[in-house]
Every structure is written in structure tokens, then in C-alpha cells.
């Protein structure tokens, strides 16, 4: 079965740096898009970036524009959020996504606590 597996979560000051790695088996990992997503405490999901993989086009969320680096490996069957600058308002379990014609598929989340 499809599985995403996020790895790379922890604690960090303000102003650090995280990469978040999100392994994906059971499918045809290069031809999905992939996202990350994030849900601070008591808010809804939003979007953070995401990596299309047609052309390799990437988006982000303006809140993390000039921050964050999405980026994939589909040797590795792998996409990673290369976190800088965290500011206490990234605190949030972050998801990765991955998406075709439809079929959507979420890892199961890691959390990313920036203290102040």
C-alpha cells in the first residue's frame, strides 16, 4: 500500500534551521506532485510549498517565501522542506502530500516546535 513517511521534525530557536524528509513507497513517486502542509496548534491545515513534477515548477505559501526550499530526490522516492529562518509562528505538524489525477495520499505528520 501507499505510504509518506516524514522524518526530520524536532525543536529549534528561533531563527534555526530544520529539514523535514518525506519517503514515499508504493508508488510511482516521480510522476506525483508533491506538497507539504502544515497545522499550527489549534488552526486548520494550510498549504506550505509544493513541487510539480512535470516541469518542476515550485510554490510556496507567502508566509514562507525566501524561507523554505521545497525540493525532491525521486531517485529516492523522497521530497524535503528545507526549513531557515523558523520563527516561533512555523510551530505546526507538518504533512506531506502527494497527488495524480486525483488520487491523493498524506503521511501521518512531524512536528516542528520553534521556541522564542
Known amino acids: 500500500q501507499v505510504q509518506l513517511v516524514e522524518s526530520g521534525g524536532g525543536l529549534v530557536q528561533t531563527g534555526g534551521s530544520l529539514r523535514l524528509s518525506c519517503t514515499a513507497s508504493g508508488l510511482t513517486f516521480n510522476q506525483y506532485t508533491m506538497a507539504w502542509f502544515r497545522q499550527p496548534p489549534g488552526k486548520d491545515r494550510e498549504f506550505v510549498a509544493s513541487?510539480?513534477?512535470?516541469?518542476?515548477?515550485?510554490y510556496y505559501a507567502d508566509s514562507v517565501k525566501g524561507r523554505f526550499t521545497i525540493s525532491r530526490d525521486n531517485a529516492k522516492n523522497t521530497v524535503y522542506l528545507q526549513m531557515n529562518s523558523l520563527e516561533p509562528g512555523d510551530t505546526a505538524v507538518y504533512y506531506c502530500?502527494?497527488?495524480?489525477?486525483?488520487?491523493?495520499?498524506w503521511g501521518q505528520g512531524t512536528q516542528v516546535t520553534v521556541s522564542s
Open positions: 513541487h510539480i513534477h512535470k516541469d518542476g515548477s515550485t
Open positions: 502530500n502527494g497527488v495524480l489525477n486525483g488520487r491523493e495520499y
